[in-house]
């Protein structure tokens, strides 16, 4: 029943901040249950690895290659056009850290703000009051803030840099007052759930008034076969309780099918190259948005397990050795490990 109520405030709320994204995600959760047809709900786009913080849990910073050529404002409008066809409602910016990207602004009136709701993660560091005035006169109607502890002590030793929390702080206050949407997001471990932190975490967030989406653990690597992040059956059943609170959420709660994860099968990764994945925890490439069309990378995800279908929950985050036992290297043409 939590989850219903939840999505039920979710709905309203979407009809009255964004009633063309509304629509889409109506027309597509009737194609998804009546004609049981995959559509695209979401696509994650990081815009650059780079970032001010050292985070213990980053998944991004092995992929991170100067070298490289980040996705262009074309590149980036072009691939969540792409997305936006096969059914995407939302096309949610992330990094590494986007506000490091001189041109944020711009890529966030690129994404189509007027037919999709278009979306950001932040450290906050950057979210002043003149940028969140910027980022909503582009087009950007959410922002969802990092938090990882309860006070600036717990928080800035995970974020590895001083003054993270306070900054999350103000820029959750300079976001609302621009007129953004707020989310708080964290991850839950057995260290925050033993220690009373993941808790102390929710009440924050209830004290802000912000909903805080609460996702499971992943090992930063998922190919090393010595780093199992998952949870035990206590942990699970604690994390559970967590989800049944009014200001709490995870990324399996808004599908448009079953709740569970929607990595391949409802929601994409494309990284700050171009290459498209599952999600950032998974590291296989299905394809470059500079060689194909994301509809041709997205069926050939979709096209057999594991993505061909919803999983109870995050399949990395559940068995961390799960990649090795069951999927081992992919033979597959056009996939590859990142």
């Known amino acids: 029943m939590a989850r219903f109520a939840r ?20 027309g597509a959760c009737v194609r998804t249950a009546f004609l049981r047809q995959k559509v695209l709900r979401s696509v994650e786009v990081a815009l650059t690895y780079r970032c001010q913080a050292a985070c213990r849990h980053c998944w991004q910073i092995s992929l991170h290659d100067p070298a490289s050529r980040e996705l262009t ?16 409602a939302n096309v949610h910016l992330t990094g590494g850290e986007p506000l490091l990207r001189d041109d944020i602004c711009e890529i966030v009136a690129a994404c189509g703000p007027g037919a999709v709701l ?25 922002v969802s ?23 999350a702080l103000a820029g ?3 976001a609302r007052e621009a007129g953004l949407q707020v989310f708080w997001n964290t991850i839950v471990n057995s260290l925050n759930i033993d220690g009373g932190e993941i808790r102390r975490i929710v009440e924050l967030a209830d004290r802000q008034g912000v909903v805080l989406t609460v996702n499971l653990p992943a090992a930063p690597d998922m190919w090393d076969p010595g780093r199992g992040p998952a949870l035990s059956g206590e942990h699970m059943a604690a994390y559970r309780s967590l989800l049944a609170l009014s200001n709490v959420r995870w990324e399996g ?10 990595a391949g099968v409802e929601k994409v990764f494309v990284s700050p190259y171009g290459e498209v994945m599952p999600c950032v925890t998974m590291r296989l490439s299905y394809g470059n948005v500079r ?36 999927l081992g290297p992919p033979v597959e043409s056009g996939i590859r490990l990142l």
């Open 118 to 142: 278009v979306s950001m993660s932040t450290n906050g560091i950057l979210l002043d009051r003149t940028r969140s005035l910027a980022l909503k006169s582009a087009g950007l109607r959410m």
């Open 253 to 262: 709660g808004s599908n448009y099918g079953r709740e569970g994860c929607p």
């Open 7 to 26: 999505l039920a405030n979710d709905v309203v709320k979407l009809a009255a901040r964004h009633p063309r994204a509304l629509l889409r995600a109506a």
């Open 291 to 326: 060689e194909l069309p994301v509809r041709d990378i997205w069926r050939r995800m979709i096209a057999g397990p594991p993505f061909d279908r919803i999983h109870d929950r995050c399949l990395v985050a559940k068995d961390g050795k799960y990649w090795r036992r069951h």
């Open 73 to 88: 404002m074309a590149e980036v409008e072009r691939a969540s056009r792409e997305c936006v066809a096969l059914g995407a």
């Open 172 to 174: 959750t206050r300079y």
């Open 145 to 167: 803030i990092s938090i990882d502890g309860s006070t600036p002590a717990a928080h800035d030793a995970c974020r590895g840099r001083e003054g993270c929390f306070e900054a």
